[in-house]
Structures are given as structure tokens and as C-alpha cells.
């Protein structure tokens, strides 16, 4: 069964660079069709998508933090991170990491049967919580 | 961006209830919709894909139904560990997530 755990500086600097690991485990990153995700979630608040690395390589990101977020994968460590640049106390979080699985699925709609994948985030890590203050 | 707007944001309900959260999305999503679970001090977890599909190992009181923009979750009777916290979240294009509804003993 694969399992996330994230590592990491629990204290940032402003201005500095929030570093952070997952390491999975129980099977490996690139085998099988996923997304590797990366999701924050500010205290009393709703969770928030960072962004996400496809088995490829290819990456997407939040167009709030693009700017400041890369994403990357270490697939002789089975690990993916994540790098966020300049931040601030507003990035203060506890941040996930999440693997997106993939569905591929029929359903009618209207008079046509349409066949799409889909993805939700199935396995998360425990989370790991950021301050940034100096 | 997608925006997602959960209703309500917070309810009280007893233990045996029926109890609906609606989600909505700011444009066609057709069935690309998630729901999880919250609970405090842990990670959200996946309850429902593709609007309606029951995530392995989720019991059965759960349901979820939709498409297009407007989206329901339905707990047919309330357990005790059932009381948490409850997100949509959209995966059509960049992911977002409502802003959750609280399930709280009433």
C-alpha cells in the first residue's frame, strides 16, 4: 500500500525558500499512471491546490503561485518537492503532499456515452505544518 | 479559475440523520468532482470521484450525485465519525476546492 510522508523546515524566513520532500513508499513513483500533488492548508481554512507532476514530468501549477513555485521529482529516491520561492507569513500552512489517481470511466450523458479519466487525490501524507516568521 | 461554493457551511445534525451538502461550480465541469473528508488534525480523504463513484472502502451511506455545475453529497444516516469536515473540489482544469461545510452534533 503506497504511503506519502512529507519532510522539511518546520520555520522559513520571509523572503526565503520553503523546501519540502515526499517520500513514497510501498511502490514506486513512476510506475502506473498518477499525479504527484502538492496541496497547503492555512489554519481554519480550506485546503489549497499548489500544483502537480505527472509520471512524465510535466508539471501544472496554481496561477497564484506559478511564479513562485517547481516542482520536482527524484525517482531514484522515490521522492518529489516542492520549492516556493520569496515567501511570506501568508504562507503559513500545513502543507500536504497527495498522489491523484486515475479513473477511466463511462457515463451517459444526454443520448451519448462519454468515456473520460478521472482524478482525485486517493493518498495523502500526514502533513507537515510551515510557519514562516523570522 | 473554477470557483466552487459549498452550501451550507456549516450544520447541525443528530446521529441517524439524513444530511445533504450541495456544491456548485462556476462553469461546466461536466462530472469532474471530488469529495473528502476532513477531520481535525488529519489529512482530507477521498470519499467520492467522478461525482458519484464510491471510493473503495467508503461505506455506502455515502453518496454523491451531479454534473455540470451543481453537485450534491448525501449521508444517509448519520454515524458518530461521520462529524467532520466536507470539501468538493473540481478536477476538470487547475484544482480548486470549496471552502468546506462543518458537520456538527446537534
Known amino acids: 500500500q503506497v504511503q506519502l510522508q512529507e519532510s522539511g523546515p518546520g520555520l522559513v524566513k520571509p523572503s526565503q525558500t520553503l523546501s519540502l520532500t515526499c517520500t513514497v513508499s510501498g511502490g514506486s513513483i513512476n510506475r502506473g499512471s498518477y499525479y504527484w500533488s502538492w496541496i497547503r492548508q492555512p489554519a481554519g481554512k480550506g485546503p489549497e491546490w499548489i500544483g502537480h507532476?505527472?509520471?512524465?514530468?510535466?508539471?501544472s501549477y496554481n496561477p497564484s503561485l506559478k511564479s513562485r513555485v517547481a516542482i520536482s521529482v527524484d525517482t531514484s529516491r522515490n521522492q518529489f518537492s516542492l520549492d516556493l520561492s520569496s515567501v511570506t507569513a501568508a504562507d503559513t500552512a500545513v502543507y500536504y503532499c497527495?498522489?491523484?489517481?486515475?479513473?477511466?470511466?463511462?457515463?451517459?450523458?444526454?443520448?451519448?456515452?462519454?468515456?473520460?479519466?478521472?482524478?482525485?487525490?486517493?493518498?495523502w501524507g500526514q502533513g507537515t505544518t510551515v510557519t514562516v516568521s523570522s | 479559475d473554477i470557483q466552487m461554493t459549498q452550501s451550507p457551511s456549516s450544520l447541525s445534525a443528530s446521529v441517524g440523520d439524513s444530511v445533504t451538502i450541495t456544491c456548485r461550480a462556476s462553469?461546466?465541469?461536466?462530472?469532474?468532482l471530488n469529495w473528502y473528508q476532513q477531520k481535525p488534525g488529519m489529512a482530507p480523504k477521498l470519499l467520492i470521484h467522478?461525482?458519484?463513484h464510491l471510493q473503495s472502502g467508503v461505506p455506502s451511506r455515502f453518496s454523491g450525485s451531479g454534473s455540470g455545475t451543481d453537485f450534491t453529497l448525501t449521508i444517509s444516516s448519520l454515524e458518530p465519525e461521520d462529524f467532520a469536515t466536507y470539501y468538493c473540489q473540481q478536477s476538470y482544469s487547475i484544482r480548486t476546492f470549496g471552502q468546506g461545510t462543518r458537520v456538527e452534533i446537534k
Open positions: 497527495a498522489r491523484e489517481g486515475e479513473w477511466l470511466l463511462s457515463s451517459m450523458e444526454g443520448s451519448a456515452m462519454v468515456t473520460n479519466y478521472y482524478y482525485g487525490m486517493d493518498v
Open positions: 462553469q461546466s465541469i461536466s462530472r469532474f
Open positions: 507532476i505527472y509520471t512524465t514530468g510535466s508539471t
Open positions: 467522478a461525482a458519484s
